[in-house]
């Protein structure tokens, strides 16, 4: 089971499930189309947002389950 983690990048979150950028866009994070994606941690953009980064983990987290 994968686990994702507030400190991952946008990236490498979105590689890891095709159904991640329907968890993003739940968020209104347009994640596919930002340069910040690349390096930018789920903490990071999460709090430029302000989204509660614990929430935003927990549901891409549910599509491993």
Do not use: W
């Not at 953009?45 to 980064?53: E, L, P, Q, R, T």
């Amino acid at each position: 089971m994968s686990q994702i983690t507030k400190d991952m990048t946008f990236a490498s979150v979105m590689r890891m499930h095709p159904d991640v950028v329907k968890v993003l866009a739940k968020y209104n994070l347009g994640c596919i189309g930002c340069m910040g994606a690349q390096n930018e941690s789920l903490e990071q953009g999460c709090n430029a947002h302000g989204i509660k980064v614990e929430e935003i983990v927990n549901d891409l987290n549910a599509l491993f389950k």
